[in-house]
């Protein structure tokens, strides 16, 4: 079965800093896809990032990045520069694509704190 | 756009009530998931659909029933509601497509007393 692992239940970081946010998952799948969402303090879900499973590349956005590391199942996310706004609960998912509507799981999450 | 729209928003019943939450999405999506959010637990899938009138267990889905009546809407029914159900709920929908995300709804906060 499909799993998400997300160890790091909080994190405090001081503001300017770069902060890493592990991701381990596992699936015997060869073809899925990876996201990341940040979900503040008003509760909705923010889509940050994708990395496909065959993407030779790691994916980026602004100041995220993921570290893909296929071989290690591990999709870590990377803030550089964290701002006092990046505080709130993180989130790594992973969609299998062969299941009927191409089901998306969820780690427990990590929330995050940017100390000034 | 309105994107993916849940209500009740708030919602407080007692244990062995009933009650429907109701999600529609504008965006021509086929898939559609029903997520509860716990402390310490992340989402976790309780059911999802590919297409209307079909549907598929998640993770979480005792306790639960759904349906998919047509494109836009799919509705989360809880038949007689436990204290263990008192939980934040998301509506999400997608693309079917592998590598597009899910976007939310706004949330359901059940409290179940």
């Known amino acids: 079965a499909q799993k998400i692992t997300q160890t790091q239940p909080g994190m405090f970081v001081q503001e300017k800093e770069a902060v890493t946010l592990d991701c381990t998952y596992d699936t015997s799948d060869q073809s899925y896809g990876l996201f990341w969402y940040k979900q503040p303090s008003s509760g909705e879900m923010i889509f940050l990032i994708y990395q496909g499973s065959y993407d030779e590349q790691n994916a980026t956005e602004g100041r995220y990045s993921l570290n893909f590391q296929k071989a290690r199942k591990s999709a870590n996310l990377v803030i550089s520069a964290s701002q006092l706004g990046d505080s709130a609960m993180y989130f790594c998912?992973?969609?299998?694509?062969?299941?009927?509507?191409?089901?998306?799981?969820f780690g427990s999450g990590t929330r995050l704190s940017i100390r000034p | 756009n309105a994107g993916v729209t849940q209500t009740p928003k708030f919602q407080v019943l007692k244990t062995g009530q009933s009650m429907t939450l109701q999600c529609a999405q504008d965006m021509n999506h086929n898939s559609m998931y029903w997520y509860r959010q716990d402390p310490g637990m992340g989402l976790r899938l309780i059911y999802y659909?590919?297409?209307?009138?079909?549907?598929d267990k998640g993770e979480v889905p005792n306790g639960y029933n759904v349906s998919r009546l047509n494109k836009r809407e799919f509705s989360l029914r809880l038949e007689s509601a436990a204290p263990s159900q008192t939980s934040v709920y998301f509506c999400?929908?997608?693309?079917?497509?592998?590598?597009?995300?899910?976007?939310f709804g706004q949330g359901t906060r059940l409290t179940v007393v």
């Open positions: 999400a929908s997608s693309r079917d497509r592998v590598n597009t995300e899910a976007f």
């Open positions: 659909s590919a297409s209307e009138g079909t549907t």
């Open positions: 998912a992973m969609r299998d694509p062969y299941s009927s509507a191409s089901k998306i799981i």
